[in-house]
């Protein structure tokens, strides 16, 4: 099903029955991540599934984006949709998203879920530090022979585990999203919160998530063990359980 937002069409899928839980995708994602959760999710809640917009099935948006523009279609949805007091989960960027939206609109938000969470603006690595100065030097200064400095590039870009590489159009809205720091925001929120991390979690290590529960006043923290950031897609029945257990 599409909605139109922001002279956008917004693809969403609805399933099941009971409370509404919106569901809200990472950076290159799209609704098909919340698949293999789905079966153990749609008896017990009204799934609410959307293409955030630059993604899947939804248009892109016609300027750069930033989390406050993405809050504000979320917005939109839920009044166009008549969702009343839903329950929103957001994986990485989508848990941005969730963030941003939370203090901005208590009002129009139950309980919040925020797994794997990014909102929290990065210290980088030295290992980003040094790599990306060299792949910026090596788009300038290496002629594209035979395809040389884009594949050279690629393999930079992916042991950094850089979305820009693969961002296409959304790389001016990925670039200003990654800079925002929504620790204020955080602050911000009253709203019960259940934080949910992987412990082996590479893309968004668990401090940030230990930090997100000290600066949530109302939330609760539960790690899994030996997991990583797709935490719905490889580990789905405790993901769930702890879902459902805190709705």
Same mark, same amino acid.
């Given at each position: 099903?599409?909605?139109?937002?922001?002279?956008?069409?917004?693809?969403?899928?609805?399933?099941?029955? #009971? #409370?509404?839980?919106?569901?809200?995708?990472?950076?290159?994602?799209?609704?098909?991540? =919340?698949?293999?959760?789905?079966?153990?999710?749609?008896?017990? =809640?009204?799934?609410? /599934?959307?293409?955030?917009?630059? =993604?899947?099935?939804?248009?892109? %948006?016609?300027?750069?984006?930033?989390? *406050?523009?993405?809050?504000?279609?979320?917005?939109?949805?839920? $009044?166009?949709? *008549?969702? $009343?007091? %839903?329950?929103?989960?957001?994986?990485?960027?989508?848990?941005? @998203?969730?963030?941003?939206?939370?203090?901005?609109?208590?009002?129009?938000?139950? *309980?919040?879920?925020?797994?794997?969470?990014?909102?929290?603006? %990065?210290?980088? +690595?030295?290992?980003?530090?040094?790599? /990306?100065?060299?792949?910026?030097?090596?788009? =300038?200064?290496?002629?594209?022979?035979?395809?040389? $400095?884009?594949?050279?590039?690629?393999?930079?870009?992916? *042991?950094?585990?850089?979305?820009?590489?693969?961002?296409?159009?959304?790389?001016?809205?990925?670039?200003?999203?990654?800079?925002?720091?929504?620790?204020?925001?955080?602050? $911000?929120?009253?709203?019960?919160?259940?934080?949910?991390?992987?412990?082996?979690? !590479?893309?968004?290590? @668990?401090?940030?998530?230990?930090?997100?529960?000290?600066?949530?006043?109302? +939330?609760?923290?539960?790690?899994?063990?030996?997991?990583?950031?797709? /935490?719905?897609?490889?580990?789905?029945? !405790?993901?769930?359980?702890?879902?459902?257990?805190?709705?």
């Amino acid at each position: 099903m599409y909605t139109k937002i922001d002279n956008l069409q917004v693809y969403f899928q609805k399933v099941g029955r #009971g #409370g509404d839980l919106i569901m809200l995708h990472g950076w290159g994602q799209d609704v098909s991540t =919340f698949w293999p959760s789905l079966d153990l999710l749609k008896d017990n =809640f009204t799934l609410w /599934l959307i293409d955030l917009p630059g =993604f899947g099935r939804s248009d892109s %948006p016609q300027k750069t984006y930033d989390t *406050k523009d993405y809050a504000k279609v979320l917005a939109e949805f839920i $009044k166009i949709n *008549k969702i $009343k007091n %839903p329950n929103i989960l957001g994986h990485s960027f989508g848990g941005k @998203i969730t963030i941003k939206f939370t203090a901005l609109y208590p009002y129009l938000v139950n *309980k919040i879920i925020l797994v794997g969470a990014s909102g929290i603006k %990065p210290v980088p +690595s030295l290992r980003r530090t040094l790599i /990306l100065p060299l792949a910026k030097i090596i788009h =300038f200064l290496i002629p594209d022979i035979l395809n040389l $400095k884009t594949i050279i590039r690629k393999k930079f870009y992916r *042991k950094i585990e850089s979305d820009y590489e693969n961002a296409g159009l959304m790389k001016e809205t990925l670039l200003k999203t990654i800079r925002e720091d929504l620790t204020e925001d955080l602050k $911000k929120i009253n709203n019960l919160a259940l934080i949910i991390w992987g412990e082996e979690d !590479r893309a968004v290590p @668990i401090r940030y998530g230990i930090q997100m529960y000290r600066l949530i006043k109302n +939330s609760k923290l539960v790690t899994l063990e030996g997991r990583g950031h797709f /935490l719905h897609v490889h580990d789905p029945e !405790r993901f769930t359980y702890y879902v459902k257990d805190f709705i």
